[in-house]
């Protein structure tokens, strides 16, 4: 029997990366879930066989239609959509948290279900006893022809967790997932190619590009003015991996096919910016 695999911003690189994995895997044909199915994205869903039907993650009703059937559901928000259009982190915050649970709810209400994916973060605020809190978990390029990275921060202590090139490197963690049943468990999967250190990162891009960068450190006051709302967020999940633990299943534990993932080299030669 072939299954109803539904894939939740279908037209986003996330949903693309999860299509892929599911057609590799093989025995599923595909629903993509989008608000604009009359996009070109989702008219090039439609050229690929893929089911494209309107759904809304705020709509919990809309969820509930479009998951019927379903046998395998991937769930994604977009926090930094709402944080741009609100301009209030915690008007994003709670928007996306109830988003979730639409998405939750939803998925719970479909009985012919058996995997469901949501891409999420770690709560920080959770996992650091209080002492964090990450808007986006919890719920530039000058004329003068180089990079300038502007923070509060010092960023050769700022090491962070990268999937890399998403289109692709998504794709492996989605297989492995589908070949342990014990996922299904609610554990959080660790969708990484490494762990690499900012300044390493902005020098390999910077090396990409030709060009060069300068970090310039200020105060928590000047940074906060020069990016509102942005940079509080930056500290935040700065913080968050520098201070808070979290539990989560490792790409070697799941048995990831590193083969076919691209280094973070490769992914910073193909990131348009």
Same mark, same amino acid.
């Given at each position: 029997?072939?299954?109803?695999?539904?894939?939740?911003?279908?037209?986003? *690189?996330?949903?693309?990366?999860?299509?892929?994995?599911?057609?590799?895997?093989?025995?599923?044909?595909?629903?993509?879930?989008?608000?604009?199915?009359?996009?070109?994205?989702?008219?090039?869903?439609?050229?690929?066989?893929?089911?494209?039907?309107?759904?809304?993650?705020?709509?919990?009703?809309?969820?509930?239609?479009?998951?019927?059937?379903?046998?395998?559901?991937?769930?994604?928000?977009?926090?930094?959509?709402?944080?741009?259009?609100?301009?209030?982190?915690?008007?994003?915050?709670?928007?996306?948290?109830?988003?979730?649970?639409?998405?939750?709810?939803?998925?719970?209400?479909? @009985?012919?279900?058996?995997?469901?994916?949501?891409?999420?973060?770690?709560?920080?605020?959770?996992?650091?006893?209080?002492?964090?809190?990450?808007?986006?978990?919890?719920?530039?390029?000058?004329?003068?022809?180089?990079?300038?990275?502007?923070? *509060?921060?010092?960023?050769?202590?700022? *090491?962070?967790?990268?999937?890399?090139?998403?289109?692709?490197?998504?794709?492996?963690?989605?297989?492995?997932?589908?070949?342990?049943?014990?996922?299904?468990?609610?554990?959080?999967?660790?969708?990484?190619?490494?762990?690499?250190?900012?300044?390493?990162?902005?020098?390999?891009?910077?090396?990409?590009?030709?060009?060069?960068?300068?970090?310039?450190?200020?105060?928590?006051?000047?940074?906060?003015?020069?990016? @509102?709302?942005?940079?509080?967020?930056?500290?935040?999940? *700065?913080?968050?991996?520098?201070?808070?633990?979290?539990?989560?299943?490792?790409?070697?534990?799941?048995?990831?096919?590193?083969?076919?993932?691209?280094?973070?080299?490769?992914?910073?030669?193909?990131?348009?910016?």
């Amino acid at each position: 029997m072939t299954k109803t695999a539904t894939v939740v911003g279908a037209t986003s *690189n996330q949903g693309a990366a999860v299509i892929d994995a599911l057609k590799k895997h093989g025995g599923y044909k595909f629903r993509g879930l989008t608000r604009r199915p009359e996009s070109d994205a989702a008219a090039a869903l439609k050229k690929q066989d893929v089911e494209v039907v309107r759904a809304d993650v705020n709509d919990y009703a809309s969820l509930v239609s479009a998951f019927a059937g379903s046998h395998f559901i991937f769930g994604v928000t977009n926090f930094f959509e709402l944080f741009a259009t609100s301009e209030d982190a915690d008007k994003a915050m709670d928007t996306e948290i109830q988003q979730g649970k639409n998405l939750a709810n939803a998925a719970e209400a479909t @009985p012919t279900l058996e995997h469901y994916v949501w891409s999420n973060l770690p709560g920080a605020s959770v996992k650091s006893g209080g002492k964090i809190k990450v808007p986006h978990y919890d719920s530039k390029d000058i004329s003068a022809g180089k990079y300038v990275l502007v923070g *509060n921060f010092d960023p050769s202590k700022i *090491n962070y967790p990268t999937i890399g090139d998403i289109r692709k490197n998504l794709v492996p963690f989605v297989e492995a997932i589908l070949d342990k049943p014990e996922m299904k468990k609610g554990a959080m999967v660790v969708a990484s190619i490494g762990t690499f250190n900012v300044v390493d990162m902005l020098r390999k891009l910077v090396r990409a590009r030709g060009k060069d960068f300068e970090f310039i450190e200020t105060s928590s006051e000047t940074y906060y003015k020069l990016f @509102p709302l942005w940079a509080e967020e930056g500290s935040l999940s *700065n913080q968050a991996w520098t201070d808070a633990k979290y539990p989560m299943v490792l790409p070697d534990e799941l048995g990831v096919d590193t083969g076919s993932i691209a280094s973070l080299d490769d992914s910073l030669d193909a990131l348009e910016i």
